[in-house]
């Protein structure tokens, strides 16, 4: 496996001049949002953007998820994001018969998570919050998913996230480093999340990241490390067990399985890994090749893990794969430094402002 990731590198570092004409075009559009050319539209509610500078793999999802708890009732928030790698295109808003194909797999994992919860895809945010708010009145909140480097809309309070692993300050632009939008984008937000940190990061470690990072003055930087949930079994999910001691059969399509392999290496007697590609739709094929593998491990007691925005992926064999002992897990963010509180105040205070300066005080 060695070989390919070291030719994977210098593929990439052959594409350089690519990524200096993408960077070349990423900050002419960033001037003339700065310039006011282009317009960044407020709208009449609190707008929450979490997003990150990087494609992929910064742990945007349990983000989202965590917020969504963190903010409670569910019945008057929504969530809008792009619903990659859906099949379908424009507006679309999670019904009880939706799909995985029509709305993506982060959209209907929160979707079946927070069935009260209003749950929308669409390319073109501008467009998809004024239809939100059509479709659900009730909406006091929107939580913008994966949408910092989307301008025409102006959030109130803006969350990046960056991966420990590979932090903004240390990456260039695609297709050479992982750069979607330029490091200075950073400045925008107002909250920086360093994400999948180890559990025993040091506060000597944290600050010399803080240092690196350089945030403007008032911008908070905190550090979270990524846990897994205890796996429940697929078909019956109010029946969990740890996989201590346990052979498992990993199966995974996420940008970064990371965390999830580190676990399993130190839960797991042994396991074995098939990887899919990010948010990857599996085909009957797949199935067939997943039975094929769990049958070689000739162990009647293994399971078969996976994470749950896979799970949603999979629904759709789920009478092939009914006879399969199919574990579910996914990741969930913990603060470090018992900083959970601060990060908290900020975003109930930043929300409790944008509905101030809109609508004004609250009468008692």
Known sequence: MLFPRIFLRSFRVLLFPVAVLYGVVIRFRNWLYDKKILSSVPFGLPLISVGNLAVGGTGKSPFI????????????????????????????????DSTVSEIGDEAMLLHQRFPTLTVAVGEKRLLAIPQILQDRPNTRCILLDDAHQHRSVQPGFLVLLTDYTNLFTRDYFLPTGDLRDERRSYNRADVIVVTKCPSQLSESE????????????????????????????????????????????LITGIANPAPLKEWMEREASSYQFMPFSDHHLFNIEDIREIRDQYRRMNNPDAWILTTAKDAVRLQSFAREMQDLPVYVTDYKHRFLFDE?????RLLHRSIQEQTTMLHGPEKQ
């Open 206 to 249: 944290a600050a010399s990241i803080k240092k690196e990072i350089q945030p403007k003055p008032g911008q908070e930087i905190f550090f979270t490390t990524m846990e897994m949930e205890l796996p429940s079994q697929w078909h019956s999910p109010q029946y969990s067990r740890s996989p201590e001691k346990q052979e498992v059969l």
């Open 340 to 344: 959970e509180r601060t990060f908290q």
């Open 65 to 96: 998820q965590y917020l969504v708890s963190s903010l409670g009732d569910p019945d008057s928030l929504a969530v809008l994001s792009r619903g990659y790698k859906r099949r379908s295109r424009g507006y679309r808003l999670a019904k009880p």
